[in-house]
């Protein structure tokens, strides 16, 4: 309503202004005067007022006649509402109904299909019956005879009064009976488990036997295995044992050699050089003293054949 009411006020105040502003062509303010150009002006003021007076009014109709439609409209959307919630009832009551019906019938269709499963089981159980009732009436015929045999026992002898002490004795023997088959039973069982444990000890007894005996031969083999790994490694350390001794006596040999040099150069030299048992050190002066003999022995040539041409010159 707040906005309808400033939407009205804008449309007034446009066309207000509108009025208000239009311009009188230039010539005619020109030939009016001031007084009858202040009539002019309040003359369309008031058109402009009865103007917008009249289009207040038609406003404020419209705006009736739209407030009584949206009023309309609203009591209609309410009808509308209450008939939909009305319709929404009138369907969930049926859709109870319905499903109360539907829960009915199946209930009684359970209990009809109980109550004729109930008939079947009754005439099973009477024709049942009716074959056990034909089958002990032919057992009561068929047994007459024993009776009548029991009966002829009892006048033949005296050592029963009545057929019960019969059927109490058979009753007792049969029981004895059944009781030694079973202790037969249970020893005979018994015997064929000992039996069965003294197989699956032999057999467990067997299997260790040839696992131990195959355990000796391996333990053979590998013995063998390493008596001729020793002999190998005892001759490898033979022929090392050999190889040491000649390659030590070689370098006794090697010493006493260089030993025998060193003294014969440090005799050449008057002794000059420094005692010493390392056979390193040795060869080194030895070394020394033969490059030394070398140079020597190699300069005396060119000093004697300088001399000797000194000689011819003269």
């Given amino acids: 309503m707040a906005s309808a009411m400033a939407n009205m006020e804008e449309y007034f105040r446009v066309n207000v202004e509108r009025k208000l502003f239009i311009k009188v062509p230039e010539q005619e303010d020109h030939d009016l005067t001031p007084a009858t150009r202040l009539l002019e002006r309040r003359r369309e003021m008031l058109e402009v007022e009865t103007g917008l007076t009249k289009q207040k009014e038609e406003f404020a109709m419209k705006m009736e006649s739209l407030t009584q439609r949206r009023e309309e409209l609203a009591r ?32 009684e269709r359970k209990i009809r299909e109980q109550k004729e499963s ?4 009754l ?14 009436t032919k057992a009561v015929d068929s047994n007459l005879w024993f009776q009548r045999y029991l009966e002829g026992v009892l006048e033949s002898g005296d050592e029963f009064a009545e057929i019960k002490d019969i059927i109490s004795r058979y009753d007792t023997l049969s029981a004895t009976n059944g009781e030694l088959i079973e202790r037969a039973r249970n020893a005979q069982e018994k015997t ?3 039996r069965q444990a003294f197989l699956a000890s032999s057999e467990e007894k ?5 696992n131990r005996n195959n355990e000796i031969a391996r333990l053979q083999t590998k013995l063998e295995e390493m008596q001729s790994r020793s002999a190998k490694w005892q001759s490898e350390l033979d022929q090392t044992l050999k190889n040491a001794t000649q390659k030590s006596l070689l370098l006794g040999q090697v010493k006493m050699a260089t030993n025998n040099l060193f003294n014969v150069v440090k005799s050449h ?7 010493t048992t390392d056979t390193l050190a040795q060869l080194d ?3 020394q003293f033969i490059v030394d003999l070398t140079q020597i022995t190699s300069d005396i040539p ?7 041409g000194k000689v011819a010159r003269q």
């Fill in 269 to 275: 030299l008057n002794n000059r050089l420094n005692s």
């Fill in 76 to 107: 209609k959307e309410t009808q509308l509402k209450e008939s939909l919630l009305k319709f929404d009832k009138f369907l969930k009551e049926n859709d109870a109904k319905r499903m109360r019906a539907l829960k009915k019938s199946m209930d």
């Fill in 285 to 287: 002066k030895i070394g």
């Fill in 118 to 121: 109930e008939i079947y089981s």
């Fill in 123 to 136: 005439k099973d159980s009477i024709t049942s019956l009716g074959t056990k009732k034909d089958r002990q």
């Fill in 192 to 194: 064929e488990k000992d």
């Fill in 302 to 308: 060119t000093s004697t054949t300088q001399q000797t």
């Fill in 206 to 210: 067997n299997n260790v036997i040839l």
